[in-house]
């Protein structure tokens, strides 16, 4: 079975531009997590989907959203980035739609904010 | 590679003995915990999980050693080889939501 799958792996964007992440998960995974990882906080929750629906939000501002599509593909996007945006953005995926149930990581897309 | 983290606790054991990574989680409603392991430029792998209505949980060559009392977790790695190089992350599911809270993480350095 393939892993989860991250695009683009790497990205360099400039301050005040929106930058949109993809994530498709693990086949049979309905429930897909984003997560921010960066030197300083360490990996940090932003938000969770399970059947296109927002079910937890982390403590991120509201340039931080997200969606799911009908196949459990997710998308997330930042908008008026900012130069502490800069970070390893990695997605997971579960495939219990119920908490307490292992997720597994993707390789993260490593965005570069000039 | 990327570094995860620049101020990362770090434990250095020789190849072959034995490694016990501490982690110490945030909140008494968590019921459910995962290690990861996370090796420069990839992202985290799933090792080990534990529920909280456990204290100990086997796998091959990794132990998880859980104590509600004081809040910990420990990771036990037995016999210890370079490929086990890696940064190390407990994380812990509030119940009831699908949010985790990982740890800061430690570096694991195995020496030849």
């Known amino acids: 079975k393939a892993g989860v799958t991250q695009t683009p792996r790497y990205l360099i964007k400039t301050r005040g531009q929106q930058v949109t992440l993809s994530c498709s998960p693990i086949?049979?995974?309905?429930?897909v997590s984003w997560y921010q990882q960066t030197p300083g906080q360490g990996l940090q929750f932003l938000f969770e989907?399970?059947?296109?629906?927002?079910?937890n939000k982390g403590n991120f501002p509201g340039r931080f959203s997200g969606r799911q599509f009908s196949n459990s593909r997710s998308e997330m996007n930042v908008s008026t980035l900012e130069l502490g945006d800069s970070a390893l953005y990695l997605c997971?995926?579960?495939?219990?739609?119920?908490?307490?149930?292992?997720?597994?990581f993707g390789p993260g897309t490593r965005l570069t904010v000039t | 590679g990327e570094s995860v983290g620049l101020h990362l606790p770090t434990l250095s054991v020789q190849e072959g003995d034995n490694s016990i990574i501490n982690c110490a989680y945030s909140n008494s409603a968590s019921d459910y915990f995962i290690w990861y392991k996370q090796e420069s430029g990839k992202g985290p792998q799933f090792i080990i999980d534990i529920r909280s209505n456990m204290d100990k949980r086997q796998g091959q060559r990794v132990t998880v050693l859980l104590n509600k009392t004081v809040k910990h977790l420990s990771l036990q790695i037995a016999a210890t080889q370079p490929g086990d190089s890696a940064v190390y992350f407990c994380a812990e599911n509030i119940v009831g939501t699908y949010k985790y809270i990982f740890g800061t993480g430690t570096r694991l350095k195995v020496l030849a």
């Open positions: 086949s049979g995974h309905r429930s």
């Open positions: 989907y399970f059947s296109e629906t927002q079910r």
């Open positions: 997971a995926s579960s495939y219990k739609d119920s908490p307490g149930y292992e997720q597994y």
